[in-house]
């Protein structure tokens, strides 16, 4: 971590700098403070790494889930088309056959970028969470916007996209979304998304049975 990196919990909802080791432990200072919710990620900015290969830690997970009947795999904050190549030559080996490979775009990136990627991918699904903590708002607007653009135009081809990061956020704690969350999703969807990831939403929201059923019945909608 170099000097200066912010380091994000929660999609930035929770933030600290200045993060070094000394005599007692860890250390850092706390920018925005808040509660840390289980099964959230940390996320640093601007994140140092352009990865066109797999980490070792990717590659024990694949190895870790050969056995695994129907698996799918998601890579965070791909930056490259090798790095995704690299996964699904690993995990077409250990499985012995065909696999489902999703894109997370959780970093700014050009457009030819995203669509080299999407080439590639099964699925490219734009994390609005982790963009917003690398980017600040604004620019993940502009990425979202772009982005929006290339799957109305069928830039992707055969890659389907899906949006993710708080789509039915309010629905962690109330059995129903808000309309402008509903708005949203269905915007989404006529604009040629294929789908939605739920995270916050099943991992420790209090509705999860009733989220899936609200995409369900949007994707049978418009599909």
Not at 77 to 97: D, H, N, T, Y
Not at 176 to 201: K, Q, W
């Given at each position: 971590v170099a000097p200066g990196t912010i380091i994000s919990i929660d999609d930035g909802k929770v933030t600290l700098t200045g993060l070094s080791l000394g005599e007692e432990g860890w250390s850092a200072r706390v920018v925005r403070g808040g509660r840390i919710r289980k099964r959230k990620g940390i996320n640093i900015t601007p994140h140092p790494h352009?990865?066109?290969?797999?980490?070792?830690?990717?590659?024990?997970?694949?190895?870790?889930?050969?056995?695994?009947?129907?698996?799918?795999?998601?890579?965070?904050?791909?930056?490259?088309?090798?790095?995704?190549?690299?996964?699904?030559?690993?995990?077409?080996?250990?499985?012995?056959?065909?696999?489902?490979?999703?894109?997370?775009?959780?970093?700014?990136?050009?457009?030819d970028v995203m669509l080299a990627m999407g080439a590639v991918s099964d699925e490219t699904?734009?994390?609005?969470?982790?963009?917003?903590?690398?980017?600040?708002?604004?620019?993940?607007?502009?990425?979202?916007?772009?982005?929006?653009?290339?799957?109305?135009?069928?830039a992707f081809g055969d890659c389907e996209c899906t949006i993710a990061g708080e789509v039915l956020d309010h629905?962690?704690?109330?059995?129903?979304?808000?309309?402008?969350?509903?708005?949203?999703?269905?915007?989404?969807?006529?604009?040629?998304?294929?789908?939605?990831?739920?995270?916050?939403?099943t991992a420790f929201g209090k509705y999860p049975s009733e989220a899936v059923a609200m995409v369900r019945a949007m994707l049978d909608d418009y599909y």
């Open positions: 352009l990865r066109t290969a797999l980490s070792l830690g990717d590659t024990a997970i694949v190895q870790a889930t050969a056995g695994m009947g129907h698996v799918r795999y998601a890579l965070s904050f791909a930056s490259s088309p090798l790095q995704i190549e690299a996964l699904r030559a690993e995990a077409e080996r250990v499985r012995g056959g065909k696999v489902w490979i999703a894109t997370k775009l959780e970093r700014g990136l050009t457009d699904w734009l994390c609005r969470g982790d963009l917003g903590a690398q980017l600040g708002l604004p620019g993940m607007v502009r990425l979202y916007r772009r982005f929006n653009t290339l799957v109305q135009t069928g629905m962690c704690n109330s059995p129903i979304p808000t309309r402008a969350e509903v708005c949203n999703l269905g915007d989404c969807l006529h604009c040629g998304y294929t789908g939605a990831v739920l995270s916050n939403e």
